[in-house]
């Protein structure tokens, strides 16, 4: 059934850009074949990319996980706070990833109720940072490095302080024979 609501919510929120004139028919169309095209291109390189990623070690994966959103502010420099804020959060839940799979291994809980408990308490948390060090770090300059130190921060909780925190509150289960063992350090 959320498969079925996530396909016609893929269909009808573009339309409603068409229907409130923000957009054209062409707009929609392109962004439909561009999100194709970006879906099959994840499809056939992820597992690929992530077996490859796992055979060369902790190291690589530390450095694709700084270099790749940092590629991006530099080749899109044009993009401002908000190239940063993506590009901050990228580097953030990329080196949470590699975190996570190491210490935590999650796996999404089997039950409904611990599942809702987990959303709820990330997105919680994910607010409070936002706002908390909105405040914390306004003011200080430069203003696009602790924009950038805001949303690493971000992308961290989500990337691997969510799962940490819920695998220690014994919300969720770690993975047995996770990817922990798959994950060569050298």
């Not at 990319?49 to 902790?58: C, D, F, M, P, S």
């Not at 530390?62 to 804020?85: D, H, R, T, W």
């Not at 602790?146 to 220690?168: D, I, Q, S």
């Not at 047995?176 to 350090?185: K, L, S, V």
Request: aromatic share 14%.
């Amino acid at each position: 059934l959320l498969w079925v609501i996530a396909g016609v919510l893929i269909i009808l929120i573009p339309l409603s850009r068409l229907y409130l004139g923000v957009h054209f028919p062409t707009d929609l169309l392109g962004g439909y074949l561009i999100g194709a095209i970006l879906l099959l291109l994840y499809l056939w390189f992820e597992p690929r990319v992530a077996t490859w990623l796992v055979r060369k070690g902790i190291i690589w994966q530390i450095c694709g996980a700084l270099v790749v959103p940092s590629l991006m502010i530099f080749f899109c420099p044009g993009e401002g706070k908000y190239g940063i804020a993506s590009a901050a959060t990228l580097m953030g839940m990329g080196m949470g990833f590699i975190f996570e799979r190491l210490w935590v291994g999650f796996e999404c809980p089997r039950f409904w109720r611990k599942r809702i408990l987990c959303f709820l308490m990330g997105m919680g948390v994910l607010l409070l940072l936002r706002s908390g060090l909105r405040v914390c770090l306004s003011g200080l300059d430069p203003e696009s490095f602790f924009r950038f130190v805001r949303y690493a921060l971000m992308g961290l909780w989500c990337g691997f302080g969510a799962p940490w925190t819920f695998l220690k509150l014994g919300i969720i289960d770690k993975k047995q024979g996770g990817e922990r063992a798959q994950t060569n350090m050298g």
